[in-house]
């Protein structure tokens, strides 16, 4: 009787399958979440974002409250700060151009200490730190700020 040649792997799809539905759901996320790769966002925002706007995206202290040089800390990028408020559009600029270009071409009075990465990071670049940001939010947040950016792109 001839033997039927296995395909490898083939008892390995239904364990895979498995395990993607027990992960939590920012894990399992990180596998569908965009087309950018989340874990070169996270390393791309460690190396450029993270000394600012912390390793946990937690933020600086008192980041509501100018300091002493009239410049505002850098604020938190996970769901308690106000990053998700924003459009892609906004955010990709305020990242390439630096927060007092973008807001000195809006009219906003406000002195942001944010430099620009334009020359450092691509717009590939850019947009996997902001999927690797948005990753980390609670879905309801994911939601508004994709809402956002819609609505910004019509």
Not at 116 to 144: C, M, N
Request: proline share 8%; glycine share 10%; with cysteine.
């Amino acid at each position: 009787m001839p033997v039927k040649p296995l395909l490898p792997g083939r008892h390995l799809l239904p364990a895979f399958s498995l395990l993607i539905g027990l992960m939590p759901v920012p894990a399992a996320a990180f596998l569908h979440a965009s087309e950018t790769n989340t874990d070169s966002g996270r390393a791309l925002y460690v190396e450029h974002c993270a000394v600012c706007h912390g390793v946990d995206l937690e933020g600086q202290p008192d980041w509501r409250s100018p300091d002493a040089n009239g410049f505002y800390p850098a604020p938190p990028h996970d769901e308690t700060g106000h990053t998700w408020h924003h459009d892609d559009a906004m955010l990709i600029d305020y990242i390439a151009r630096g927060g007092q270009a973008v807001l000195d071409d809006m009219g906003v009075t406000f002195t942001s200490g944010m430099p620009g990465f334009g020359s450092v990071l691509d717009q590939g670049e850019i947009e996997a730190i902001l999927d690797y940001i948005k990753s980390t939010w609670p879905e309801h947040i994911r939601d508004a700020q994709a809402q956002r950016s819609n609505a910004a792109a019509d």
